[in-house]
């Protein structure tokens, strides 16, 4: 992996993968919902999404054929704390490809029709979520975890808040977060990262601006010990329950990952959570976990989730919560953490096999300081994390008075 910056401080960083014929390349800007505020809630992922509507020189139409022809696909997505773009094409066509992204940056077209049209698109998108009872746990939950910390809002916001933005709103949010100060462009694949460089840099060089002095939130201080339920005319229940976990940088975070796999977050039926729940108690089908995907600047979350026959919601929970006391309390076995190493590293690796997971994961390494060697490491990391580790972290994060619970079903399974 190599590493450059641009005058203007933007990092390029560039994973070779010769032979492959292709590329992918990710530009990552710090502006996601983090900056947001609640009465503008979506403003991030609105901005986002008016990127695929064209420049000040093309339609969004017009783009998308132009990407077409450069043999090319192009994604916007937005996410708590980063804004990306991400183009995969053809070796060949790399410059072409580097010339789509710089008019996104520097020539973004601000209109209302396109305004409009993205406005849409994202209030559908959110009646969506509002339709889908795993979102609406998800939702109610992240709100109850975090108060009125920035995460408890969803990251395309609210109908109100969404219906309330506009082009004065977008064009302040991009002017002041938009910049390659605080900006990464990482490319994986058939690249030479000397004329990736070089390209960059033609292709950029009139894009300014220094990493915004954007003040950290206070940390989260959630409702812990809360409930909530959510009405639905659904024939299930759907159950999450869990609370803060770590941040990225925190010691622990790989003894997280592995508790989590322990837990609920493997493949088949190799867990604790799907073994009690599905085959020992056939509660549920559906039975998942995440303790560190959400790990970031800010600390993440830890839940476990179950949908299960509304009759049945108050079993569940009691044995969800029976399966947490049990880990927290009592160390994991030596071949469950071991199987538990095989999961993560096989994954990491069968993923590393795409350009787009790759230049991905150059991001990650940046943002969050991991050291440009991370990949090669991982497998050690997580070979030094002991069951002791496992089980003094799952004794903290898995505190029943840690948690909060939401109900999403046609009947609470507390009357």
């Known amino acids: 992996m190599t590493h450059n910056a641009l005058d203007n401080g933007l990092s390029v960083l560039a994973d070779c993968m010769p032979g492959t014929g292709v590329f992918s390349i990710v530009l990552s800007m710090e502006a996601g919902s983090r900056y947001d505020v609640d009465e503008r809630a979506g403003l991030a992922s609105l901005s986002a999404g008016l990127m695929l509507e064209g420049t000040r020189r093309q339609s969004g139409r017009e783009l998308a054929l132009r990407v077409d022809s450069a043999g090319a696909s192009l994604d916007v997505s937005v996410g708590y704390e980063t804004c990306e773009i991400a183009l995969t094409g053809l070796s060949d066509r790399l410059e072409q490809c580097l010339r789509v992204l710089s008019d996104i940056v520097l020539e973004p077209r601000l209109e209302r029709g396109g305004l409009e049209v993205a406005r849409r698109k994202q209030l559908a998108e959110i009646a969506e979520d509002e ?11 992240l709100d109850l975890t975090y108060g009125s910390h920035p995460r408890h809002r969803p990251v395309n916001g609210w109908q109100e808040t969404v219906a309330a933005v506009d082009l004065a709103d977008i064009a302040s949010f991009r002017q002041s977060l938009c910049v390659p100060g605080s900006a990464v462009l990482a490319a994986a694949g058939d690249v030479d990262p000397v004329l990736l460089t070089e390209l960059a840099g033609a292709a950029l060089s009139d894009w300014s601006g220094a990493s915004p002095d954007v003040a950290s939130p206070a940390a989260p201080a959630g409702a812990a ?26 010691p622990s975070y790989h003894a997280v990952s592995l508790m989590d796999v322990v837990l609920g977050d493997s493949a088949g039926f190799g867990s604790r959570l799907g073994r009690r729940l599905r085959e020992g108690e056939g509660l549920a089908y559906v039975v998942e976990s995440d303790a560190s995907s959400t790990s970031g600047i800010d600390p993440g979350v830890v839940w476990f989730y179950t949908a299960t026959s509304p009759g049945r919601a108050g079993r569940a929970l009691e044995v969800l919560r029976e399966e947490l006391e049990i880990l927290r309390t009592r160390p994991p076995s030596s071949d469950e953490v071991e199987r538990a190493r095989a999961y993560l590293v096989g994954g990491r690796r069968r993923a590393a096999e795409s350009c787009e997971a790759r230049a991905a994961r150059l991001v990650t390494a940046e943002r969050y300081l991991l050291g440009r060697d991370y990949e090669q490491r991982y497998p050690s990391i997580l070979e030094s994390v002991s069951v002791r580790d496992i089980q003094e972290i799952a004794s903290r994060l898995l505190d029943p008075a840690r948690h909060s619970t939401v109900v999403v079903g046609p009947e609470s399974p507390w009357d």
Do not use: E, Y
């Open 131 to 141: 339709d889908d009872p795993f979102t609406v746990a998800r939702h109610a939950f």
């Open 225 to 250: 010990g809360s409930r909530r339920f959510v009405r639905t005319d659904r024939k299930q229940s759907h159950i999450m329950v869990g609370g803060l976990g770590v941040a990225r940088s925190d």
